[in-house]
């Protein structure tokens, strides 16, 4: 009698049918993984598209913005300004909160001082919220600033932006200056809304108010200056 031994027929059989569930399972985990990672970035979003949803499009009937809506809404340009010091800052670089803007030559007549007057009671009537709301003044010059207004403006964000670039971002109202209104950018570095002349404090706190409150979970409190 033969001692040869009897082949395992069964062996490449088996090894045939894992590499079979192996090449199988792969795809599925793959899948499994870009569904858990889209899933993960929508959560993420869910809160500023909540946001946006909630404010320009399920508005409470008979609710209306004191300030007026931009529509297309206008992206931060893409340029450099200046600081009081002379070192330069990316405009872009100030999204992630919103931004309260007025813009006028470095000299500041009387409309200039009581925007920049608005402007500082405005951010400080946000109370604790304050620091969500960064207070902003472009000048169209790099002129001296008088000391008086110096001290005035110890808590506002000043630069010194080229005018044309300036005027090609921000519109006013038909019949008015840029100088006569405050702008306000959001915290995706987009101009959207834009406080009428001579505007009505109450009022335009109120548009302030519910802004913050729509971004509550996703805007950026407070900066490094």
Not at 15 to 33: C, E, F, I, Q, S
Not at 160 to 170: G, Q
Request: glycine share 4%; with cysteine.
């Amino acid at each position: 009698m033969s001692n040869k031994p009897t082949p395992n027929n069964d062996q490449p059989l088996s090894m045939t049918v894992y590499d079979m569930d192996n090449k199988a399972v792969k795809p599925l985990k793959t899948t499994y993984g870009r569904l858990k990672m889209l899933l993960l970035l929508l959560v993420c979003a869910s809160p500023v598209v909540a946001s946006y949803l909630m404010y320009y499009v399920v508005r409470p009937e008979g609710r209306r913005n004191y300030g007026e809506l931009i529509n297309p809404q206008q992206p931060l340009p893409e340029v450099t300004v200046l600081r009081t010091d002379g070192s330069s800052v990316f405009l872009p670089d100030l999204k992630d909160q919103w931004l309260l803007v007025s813009v006028s030559a470095s000299d500041c007549q009387a409309p200039c001082e009581d925007n920049l007057y608005l402007q500082r009671q405005l951010r400080e009537s946000m109370g604790r919220e304050k620091t969500r709301l960064e207070w902003i003044w472009l000048r169209t010059d790099t002129q001296p600033i008088a000391a008086p207004l110096q001290l005035a403006i110890s808590e506002a964000a000043v630069f010194s932006m080229d005018n044309t670039e300036l005027r090609r971002w921000l519109q006013p109202a038909p019949g008015h200056n840029i100088e006569d209104h405050l702008y306000v950018v959001d915290p995706l570095g987009n101009w959207m809304m834009r406080f009428p002349a001579n505007l009505d404090a109450k009022q335009a706190r109120g548009d302030l108010v519910r802004l913050l409150r729509a971004s509550n979970s996703w805007d950026r409190e407070g900066r490094i200056r």
